[in-house]
């Protein structure tokens, strides 16, 4: 705010959207509640970057999903998939045949489809981010810079202290998890991506032995994600009621799930695909996997993108 004379509303989505929520300033303000003035700093920028996130959405209609998500809703995604997929069910199926239960066409077409849709939105809300945080005097941008602070999220503790949980509370603990489940989540997206080029150059056909990278790549990060998003559940219960937006608790809490949920089931699909559930299994996982994926437009993950292109912006603006 101080390298600026002015502060239009494009400003204050880039603040909302650079915020890593660490909290103190709410501690720090003066005029924070019980004051009579009750500025509260964290919850005003989290409903900023909420109509930042409903502003940059493409397409525009779905915009209302951020309000209306939750648990409930996300889980009704999850089902709808899973009906989706069940259709293409082969009553024949043996044990550990993945593609015997659904073919390999299917799960390609099923999910590029779908994946295409899900990277144009996702490439269209940040081009909107990309543009609306336009403004400030720039300097020379260091995209270096701001992939090592997205990455290590420096800014959760840039002044040496972590990351307040509440008054005089500070932890590394939020950091931490946030580590497990984006890293987890990477290991898991390149698992998927070694497969892939399994199937269609080498032309070898899942399941992988369990010694295979497919198969550690995705083991380890969905230990990550489990840890990880167990970790965000139990931090979001016990940060400060005063640090959260209580209109944004379905948002904030149902990303957590749907990766928990996720992650769980794919570690299951792995220990019990030998068995009589692996039928079963399979079509809950991709169930999860396909609502998740779907909604990654239109919920918390866009906070990620919007953030890291809010940090490549800061660094063409932060004194070196």
């Not at 929520?21 to 003035?37: D, I, S």
């Not at 998890?177 to 698992?191: D, I, P």
């Not at 220990?271 to 996982?285: D, E």
Request: aromatic letters at 12%; one cysteine or more; a positive charge.
């Amino acid at each position: 705010m101080e390298n600026r004379t002015a502060f239009p509303k494009g400003d204050v989505s880039y603040l909302a959207n650079l915020c890593h929520n660490c909290g103190e300033c709410l501690y720090a303000c003066q005029y924070a509640p019980p004051h009579e003035f009750g500025i509260d700093v964290p919850r005003t920028l989290a409903m900023a970057r909420l109509e930042s996130y409903e502003e940059y959405c493409w397409p525009h209609f779905m915009s209302g999903l951020f309000r209306r998500n939750g648990i409930v809703l996300s889980l009704a995604i999850a089902l709808i998939s899973m009906s989706v997929v069940w259709l293409f069910v082969r009553s024949s199926a043996v044990r550990d045949d993945f593609y015997g239960v659904i073919p390999h066409d299917v799960m390609v077409a099923i999910f590029g489809a779908s994946g295409l849709f899900v990277l144009l939105a996702l490439v269209i809300g940040c081009a909107r981010a990309l543009e609306g945080f336009r403004g400030g005097t720039a300097r020379e941008m260091s995209v270096t810079r701001a992939i090592r602070d997205a990455l290590t999220l420096r800014h959760l503790h840039a002044s040496g202290d972590d990351c307040t949980r509440d008054v005089e509370v500070r932890t590394p603990w939020r950091r931490y998890f946030h580590h497990c489940t984006f890293y987890g989540f990477a290991l898991c997206l390149a698992s998927t991506t070694v497969a892939a080029i399994y199937h269609t150059v080498f032309r070898w056909s899942a399941p992988y032995s369990y010694t295979s990278a497919p198969v550690l790549l995705g083991t380890i990060g969905g230990v990550g994600l489990i840890v990880g998003s167990l970790g965000l559940l139990e931090q979001y219960h016990r940060r400060d009621e005063a640090l959260k937006d209580p209109a944004q608790r379905g948002l904030d809490l149902s990303f957590i799930v749907m990766l928990l949920m996720t992650s769980v089931t794919g570690v299951l699909l792995l220990v019990l695909r030998g068995s009589a559930l692996m039928p079963a299994l399979l079509v809950i996982h991709l169930g999860f996997v396909l609502g998740f994926f779907v909604s990654l437009p239109y919920g918390k993950f866009v906070h990620g993108l919007y953030r890291s292109i809010a940090l490549l912006k800061f660094s063409s603006e932060a004194p070196r």
